[in-house]
């Protein structure tokens, strides 16, 4: 998916998904009374506190983007985003839990570098069997998502439990020492996290990487998985398993943020709004340009304000799921472009590459011949 | 009984919607297609099935309609997109997932908290279920778990022993000499997708209908992701699904068995064991295919989006 669906594409993806949902929105009525649609404007852009919820639902999918996108463009999948977020939170939580006495920038940055390393780690278990044996990426890393949220349900609810606190379904750990803070700025009503400044810096890093260095040159040549890459001297496997594990950090590194920017605590609410699968679509939308994903993630950060509109409405918030799913479905279908018009050869050999891989995985074994 | 036939009674009946599903995703597999929204199909099968269970009062009416449900959406989600519109299958199908977690959502917003008086009941088989201690295990099941298995047999054979089995493992393998032999390629995908939706509809409504008996928005807990990891372990062989879908059943039920005979493991460890379970076996299971150098059954075409005019 290196090209992406093509602007025209994206923007109709997008009005399309809009019309469903106005559709479906104007078909409800709130059992509370009062219009659903004012509360949808209050909620989002309308108001100073709406905007701020936007920016701060856009921050995780923001990051779970730019993981998705560094790995769809080695032509790999990561679904394993939310297990990445929740692990690169409990160790972050874990450092500050060690070093509760610790002043408030080394501490945040010692709580990022091992949400990293978290994230990351998590990542390599699924990533070594891609790369060393071919077991499909896609279905080994959504299944460490289960085992990651069982994880945290246990420390949440078990060592780590704050029994003085009560929140209801969902479980909260200890506290987090207090100065585990990062700072908000604040333009006219609305407030701006860091957090979501540092996402957009990492795309801009993350976009040069890609743009100017050796590492994207390679990985953008190992998406195709050629031969004739290989004789080039690009060692597929390595580029493939660097990307899989910085894709787990990045993800990680989300989640840390999540918590030291909104929740100020671990908690099972970490992946609750489904931020790590939505960024997959978000990534997808942008066309995995690393700057686009930036307003990608807003638009979600908007779908995603809508539904908790919706839901202080007491109207099913579940159609934001639904829509996520069209606007992926609408903006990447092949509806302008046959494929038979394209050219014979990338017609036949390469298959797109986010298309989970036809041509078996090149191994370590292969590579070594 | 003792307990430990009553707990593998239990495992054989969990395992049961994995194997509609799994089946249902294989033999969308022979024909080329990788659908990996079978979580989402499931969802849909569940709920509309469970509805329809309770407004007809019929269990066996709401199987059909989840089997329908499962049908319909994946040929307008999946099958259009993918074999008509040749759009990438990983895609479509993360966006089926995604559509049918929402949409199973919507439809079931209301039905939280209703819940049937009675799932399917259990149907003794005569002589069988005498065979000692396998005899209460296996024979004394809902009559969808012997459906189920006599459906593997009977797709087992029916993809190694007839004509039309070949044709269509042909279409999986190389999609462009098959419409050289004058198969109808894109006729027969869209029908075995409709197929895989219509099992993985099915194993939704044996979920709600037979297990659960209530439905809510994360009734398949990841079991559509589970059983299209069973297909790779299974090797794409019909057979072994049916052992491997059981043997997966019991993982999903120690969790809920260790917790009712107060294992001193933590239940979110023993929760976990079914997906750590599922990615270890997937890795010896490659592993051993790799070393042992037997031919996979895997698809050669699987994913690859067959294109008419392009030869």
């Given at each position: 998916?290196?090209?992406?669906?093509?602007?025209?594409?994206?923007?109709?993806?997008?009005?399309?998904?809009a019309?469903?949902?106005?559709?479906?929105?104007?078909?409800?009525s709130?059992?509370?009374?009062?219009?659903?649609?004012?509360?949808?404007?209050?909620?989002?852009?309308g108001?100073?506190?709406g905007t701020?919820?936007?920016?701060?639902?856009?921050?995780?999918?923001?990051?779970?983007?730019?993981?998705?996108?560094?790995?769809q463009?080695?032509?790999?999948?990561?679904?394993?985003?939310?297990?990445?977020?929740?692990?690169?939170?409990?160790?972050?939580?874990?450092?500050?839990?060690?070093?509760?006495g610790?002043?408030?920038?080394?501490?945040?940055?010692?709580?990022?570098a091992?949400?990293?390393?978290?994230?990351?780690?998590?990542?390599?278990?699924?990533?070594?069997?891609?790369?060393?044996l071919?077991?499909?990426e896609?279905i080994?890393t959504l299944?460490l998502?289960?085992?990651?949220?069982?994880?945290?349900?246990?420390?949440?609810?078990?060592?780590?439990?704050?029994?003085?606190?009560?929140?209801g379904?969902?479980?909260?750990?200890?506290?987090?020492?207090?100065?585990?803070?990062?700072?908000q700025?604040?333009?006219?009503?609305t407030?701006?996290?860091?957090?979501?400044?540092?996402?957009?810096?990492?795309?801009?890093?993350?976009?040069?990487?890609?743009r100017?260095t050796?590492?994207g040159y390679?990985?953008?040549?190992?998406?195709?998985?050629?031969?004739?890459?290989r004789?080039?001297?690009?060692?597929?496997?390595?580029?493939?398993?660097?990307?899989?594990?910085?894709?787990?950090g990045?993800a990680?590194?989300?989640?840390?943020?999540?918590?030291?920017?909104?929740?100020?605590v671990?908690?099972?609410?970490?992946?609750?709004?489904?931020?790590?699968?939505v960024?997959?679509?978000?990534?997808?939308?942008?066309?995995?340009?690393l700057?686009?994903?930036?307003?990608?993630?807003?638009?979600?950060?908007?779908?995603?304000?809508?539904?908790?509109?919706?839901?202080?409405?007491?109207?099913?918030g579940?159609?934001?799921?639904?829509?996520?799913?069209?606007v992926?479905?609408i903006?990447?279908?092949n509806?302008?472009?046959?494929?038979?018009?394209?050219?014979?050869?990338?017609?036949?050999?390469t298959?797109p590459?986010?298309?989970?891989?036809?041509?078996?995985a090149?191994t370590?074994?292969?590579?070594?011949? | 009984?003792?307990?430990?036939q009553?707990a593998?009674?239990?495992?054989?009946l969990?395992?049961?919607?994995?194997?509609?599903?799994?089946?249902?995703?294989?033999m969308?597999?022979?024909?080329?297609?990788?659908?990996?929204?079978?979580e989402?199909?499931?969802?849909m099968?569940?709920v509309?099935?469970?509805?329809v269970?309770?407004?007809?009062d019929?269990?066996?009416?709401?199987?059909?309609?989840?089997g329908?449900?499962?049908?319909?959406?994946?040929?307008?989600?999946y099958?259009?997109?993918?074999?008509?519109l040749?759009?990438?299958?990983?895609v479509?199908g993360f966006?089926?997932?995604?559509?049918?977690?929402g949409l199973?959502?919507?439809?079931?917003?209301?039905?939280?908290?209703?819940?049937?008086?009675?799932?399917?009941g259990?149907?003794?088989?005569?002589?069988?279920?005498?065979?000692?201690?396998?005899?209460?295990?296996?024979?004394?099941?809902?009559?969808?778990?012997?459906?189920?298995?006599?459906?593997?047999?009977?797709?087992?054979w029916?993809?190694?022993?007839t004509?039309?089995?070949?044709?269509?493992?042909a279409?999986?393998?190389d999609p462009?000499?098959?419409?050289?032999?004058?198969?109808?390629?894109?006729f027969?995908?869209?029908?075995?997708?409709?197929?895989?939706?219509?099992?993985?509809g099915?194993?939704?409504?044996?979920?709600?209908?037979?297990?659960?008996?209530?439905?809510?928005s994360?009734?398949?807990?990841?079991?559509?992701?589970?059983?299209?990891?069973?297909?790779?372990f299974?090797?794409?062989?019909?057979?072994?699904?049916?052992?491997?879908?059981?043997?997966?059943?019991?993982?999903?039920m120690?969790?809920?068995f260790?917790?009712?005979?107060g294992?001193a493991i933590?239940s979110?460890?023993?929760?976990?064991?079914?997906?750590?379970?599922?990615?270890?076996?997937?890795?010896?299971?490659?592993?051993?295919?790799?070393?042992?150098g037997?031919?996979?059954?895997?698809?050669?075409a699987?994913g690859?989006?067959?294109?008419?005019?392009?030869?």
């Open positions: 998916m290196t090209a992406g669906p093509s602007p025209i594409r994206r923007v109709i993806a997008v009005l399309a998904a019309l469903v949902a106005v559709v479906f929105i104007s078909m409800q709130s059992p509370l009374g009062g219009s659903v649609w004012e509360q949808i404007w209050l909620s989002t852009f108001t100073g506190l701020t919820s936007v920016l701060q639902l856009a921050m995780p999918i923001l990051f779970a983007g730019l993981a998705a996108a560094v790995c463009r080695t032509g790999m999948w990561n679904i394993g985003i939310p297990g990445q977020m929740i692990m690169g939170a409990w160790t972050a939580t874990w450092v500050a839990y060690h070093l509760s610790v002043p408030q920038a080394p501490l945040v940055l010692a709580m990022m091992a949400g990293v390393i978290g994230g990351g780690l998590w990542m390599l278990l699924p990533a070594l069997a891609r790369v060393y071919g077991v499909s896609i080994g299944l998502n289960f085992v990651a949220i069982q994880w945290l349900i246990y420390w949440t609810g078990g060592p780590w439990a704050n029994t003085n606190q009560n929140g379904g969902t479980l909260i750990a200890k506290p987090l020492p207090a100065q585990a803070t990062l700072p700025f604040t333009i006219g009503s407030t701006i996290g860091l957090a979501l400044l540092i996402g957009v810096a990492l795309a801009v890093v993350l976009a040069a990487v890609y100017y050796q590492f390679r990985s953008a040549l190992a998406e195709s998985g050629d031969e004739l890459v004789y080039a001297g690009i060692s597929v496997w390595r580029t493939r398993l660097v990307t899989l594990v910085l894709s787990g990045i990680g590194l989300g989640g840390v943020l999540l918590v030291l920017d909104q929740l100020h671990l908690s099972t609410s970490l992946t609750a709004d489904n931020s790590g699968y960024g997959i679509v978000a990534a997808a939308l942008a066309g995995n340009a700057l686009g994903v930036v307003p990608s993630a807003l638009l979600f950060g908007f779908l995603a304000a809508i539904g908790s509109a919706l839901q202080i409405m007491d109207v099913s579940e159609i934001v799921t639904l829509l996520t799913g069209l992926l479905i903006a990447c279908i509806v302008g472009k046959p494929r038979f018009l394209a050219r014979r050869s990338s017609a036949r050999g298959s590459p986010s298309a989970p891989a036809p041509e078996p090149p370590l074994d292969e590579v070594a011949k | 009984m003792t307990v430990l009553a593998l009674a239990t495992a054989v969990a395992g049961t919607p994995l194997l509609y599903a799994a089946l249902g995703e294989m969308g597999e022979k024909v080329g297609l990788l659908n990996i929204g079978l989402g199909m499931m969802l099968g569940a509309v099935g469970f509805i269970a309770i407004k007809t019929s269990l066996v009416l709401g199987l059909l309609a989840g329908a449900a499962g049908t319909v959406f994946t040929l307008v989600a099958t259009f997109p993918v074999v008509v040749r759009s990438e299958q990983g479509v966006a089926v997932w995604f559509i049918g977690v199973s959502a919507i439809i079931g917003t209301h039905w939280t908290s209703r819940s049937l008086e009675s799932g399917f259990n149907v003794n088989l005569p002589l069988l279920d005498k065979i000692p201690f396998v005899g209460k295990i296996l024979f004394e099941q809902p009559w969808p778990v012997y459906a189920g298995v006599l459906l593997a047999i009977f797709v087992a029916g993809l190694g022993s004509r039309h089995g070949m044709n269509m493992r279409i999986g393998e462009d000499a098959a419409h050289a032999m004058g198969i109808n390629v894109p027969w995908q869209v029908f075995y997708s409709g197929v895989s939706g219509f099992l993985c099915v194993g939704g409504a044996v979920l709600t209908l037979a297990i659960t008996l209530n439905w809510n994360e009734v398949t807990a990841g079991r559509g992701w589970i059983a299209l990891a069973l297909v790779i299974a090797g794409w062989r019909p057979l072994a699904l049916v052992w491997a879908s059981f043997g997966f059943g019991a993982c999903l120690l969790a809920p260790g917790q009712a005979h294992w933590p979110p460890f023993l929760s976990m064991i079914p997906y750590v379970f599922t990615f270890v076996v997937l890795v010896i299971r490659t592993w051993y295919a790799r070393r042992s037997r031919p996979s059954l895997e698809p050669a699987l690859v989006t067959f294109v008419r005019e392009r030869r």
